[in-house]
């Protein structure tokens, strides 16, 4: 019971106290019967997120006691505490995978064997998974989980360190194999040469029957016939335009077996040390030719003329000079006309004009034998020319001026072809026609929203590399995926999914599928772009 007025204030400035926690300062209230409680209110605000901050005032009344008994009933009685709603947001925990996760990775059976030496009867107890093979000539392959091959290589062979010791036991062995090997193919190479090789002939010979092989062979027999008549007709007459015409058909022999020893490498099927082949192997040896007649047939030439304008010397008789000049400007007008030919004949099927396709060098091969066959047909008037005048006039000094003319002729050939070919070694652009159909034809799928950083390159020998980086359209790849699964089946299993952990089991095995649909797509495309340009050997697509 509340005796006096100092015990009612005490109960009141309690009630305060539980009322306005939140305010600093207490009201005193020194008449409390003037005062009731039904006449407080509490003011406060709520401050809203959404927008630019607007405040709403709210007013909650206090709960209003007339009389001493009513607050100490009040007081007495049990807290009725509101009851506290908590939203909790699932959020998937996030792994840390670390700098090396191997655990997923898989592994094809012949690495599990060589790297973890193990055999293939304890593959057998592993978990095969068929995946889609990278390969062109087989739809799907074997693999192994990495995990399950290091646990396996741990139970055969009892710890890391013997595993270590078997894998440098077995280096060492590959060692000693391979030399052996190199051995015993160098007794067979010493075998085949003292008593002939019975070998079949290799399928590259049939390179020389056809096209630019045929080319340079019939090159290589004139240009030798022809220089062994030069030289004889220098030596009888000891004209310095003779020299230089034999030197010219001389650098041409050497240069065109260059171009025979490219031709039958370029045709070599690719090995691991040279993933891409050889072609590149007819640009190197025409670069070579064109090395090689700047040295051998400019330099001499030019020589053999300066020499002959410091020190002139009398000529003998220049009729079997003009015999031999005549025989030889109908025998190089034979190989240019060809050579002119063949290149007509590729220039058409490129679908380009002759001079351009001469021009950007599209055939090394038989590109040199024009070329050296023009500058021959030229280097064979211009001699005939300046030995003519030294014959009327008599002065030897003409004759030196025609090696000096035949000299810058071999000059400028050399340079042409050294500079065409160090373009083709660079890596060429194919032609913007052609990277155009190339490109509209992977825009042109559903899949692919657009083509980024495209590059084709020649790779000789009328073979193309082509590069590009796709941007994949997601619902494409999607509904192409969804397109083949039992949709009574998904949403059953949407269904069942009750707890994250469940959520999480779902979304990565469609997840995973969804990735191996993109990378059949991504082959896919890549085996439409080769069968429609037979010329695209390589094809790079890379997701962006």
Known sequence: MIKDKRDFSAVLEWQNLVTFGSFPNLVPYSHPYICTLSQVKLYSTDVQKEGQGSQALRVEKVPSFETAEDIGAELKAPLKPDPLQVRVKAVLKKREYGSKYTQNNFITGVRAINEFCLKSSDLEQLRKIRRRSPHEDTESFTVYLRSDVEAKSLEVWGSLEALAREKKLRKEAEIEYRERLFRNQKILREYRDFLGNTKPRSRTASVFFKGPGKVVMVAICINGLNCFF????????????????????????????????????????????????????????????????????????????????????????????????????????????????????????????????????????????????????????????????????????????????????????????????????????????????????????????????????????????????????????????????????????????????????????????????????????????????PEVRHVDLEIL
């Open 230 to 533: 030069k030289f004889l007709a220098w030596i009888y007459t000891g004209s310095a335009s003779m020299f230089s015409e034999a030197i010219h058909s001389l650098s041409d022999t050497c240069n065109q077996g260059l171009l025979a020893l490219g031709i039958s490498k370029s045709v070599q099927t690719p090995d691991p040390s040279h993933p891409y082949g050889f072609s590149n192997m007819r640009y190197i040896s025409s670069l070579i030719s064109g090395v090689g007649i700047f040295m051998m047939g400019a330099g001499l030439s030019w020589y053999h003329g300066v020499m002959g304008l410091l020190h002139p010397q009398p000529i003998e008789s220049l009729l079997w000079a003009y015999c031999i000049l005549a025989g030889s400007l109908l025998s190089e007008g034979a190989t240019l006309l060809v050579a002119v030919n063949e290149l007509r004949r590729s220039a058409r099927a490129k679908g380009m004009s002759f001079y351009k396709y001469v021009m950007e060098s599209r055939d090394p091969s038989t590109n040199v034998i024009l070329l050296e066959d023009t500058a021959a047909v030229l280097g064979v008037i211009i001699a005939a020319t300046c030995m003519g005048l030294t014959s009327i006039t008599g002065n030897p000094l003409y004759d030196s001026l025609g090696s000096l003319g035949v000299g810058t002729l071999l000059g400028v050939v050399s340079a042409f072809l050294i500079y065409t070919n160090t373009e083709a070694l660079l890596g060429r652009s194919i032609q913007p026609e052609q990277v155009q159909r190339l490109t509209e034809l992977l825009e042109n799928d559903p899949s692919v929203r657009a083509i980024h950083d495209v590059k084709a390159t020649d790779l000789g020998l009328g073979k193309v590399r082509f590069k590009a980086e796709v941007d994949f359209d997601g619902r494409v790849v999607t509904r192409s995926y969804l397109e083949k699964q039992d949709f009574d089946q998904m949403l059953q299993e949407i269904q069942e999914v009750k707890t994250p952990e469940e959520l999480e089991t779902f979304m990565l095995k469609h997840g995973e599928n969804i990735i191996d649909t993109l990378g059949a797509e991504v082959d896919r495309l890549e085996k439409e772009l080769k069968k429609r340009n």
